[in-house]
Structures are given as structure tokens and as C-alpha cells.
């Protein structure tokens, strides 16, 4: 059983910095593309960050310069570090990964989301 779960969230003031980590466990035989999403209230999921296993990066333009997207694949693990955080940047954020559990499947898998409040 194949499993992503993120930690990191929390409660912090404007301007503030928080790391998101999820880790991938279970039966792995590789992982892809890896994501950052995010989804506030009333609104849709979005996409915040991506990064390849080579280490290509893409943002969001709301996230361009404040947040940065990084892997460990020894560690079968992404981060999401946030800087200058924003009121608006508060949301649930999602880790998604592309999968192989043989060397023939490659599925898309999700984790159950992390609260991140940005509040004075």
C-alpha cells in the first residue's frame, strides 16, 4: 500500500516561513514528477509547485520567489519551503506524485493534505 503523507503545517504570522515535507512509502519502485497543491476555502485546487526527478523546478506566479520546491529521492521525499508568507497563501496543501510500484505501472497518488494558516 502505497502512501503520501504530509506534516509541516501550522499556524503562522504574515511574513513567516514554514517547511512542508511528505513522504512516500510503501511498495516503491521509482518516483516521478512530484507536486505541491493547495486549496482554500471555496475555491479550486491549484497548483503550486512542481519538480522533476532530476530536479527541474515550475511555480505558480503567486509563489514565484517566496516558495521553493525540493526532493530528496534517497529519501522518497519532496519539501516545500514558504517564505514571506501571505494571508492568502492559507490553504490546505496537497503532495501528489507520480508512482511505480512495478517497473511497468506509474500511477498518480495523493496525499490527505496539511493546514497551512497565515494570521495575525
Known sequence: QVQLV???GGLVQPGGS???SCVASGKIFGIGQMHWY???PGNQRELVAT???GGGTNYADSVKGRFTISRDNAKNTVYLQMNSLKPEDTAVYYCN???STTPSTLQNY???GTQVTVSS
Open 110 to 112: 495523493w496525499g490527505q
Open 97 to 99: 506524485a507520480d508512482l
Open 18 to 20: 514554514l517547511r512542508l
Open 6 to 8: 504530509e506534516s509541516g
Open 38 to 40: 493547495r486549496q482554500a
Open 51 to 53: 519538480i522533476t526527478r
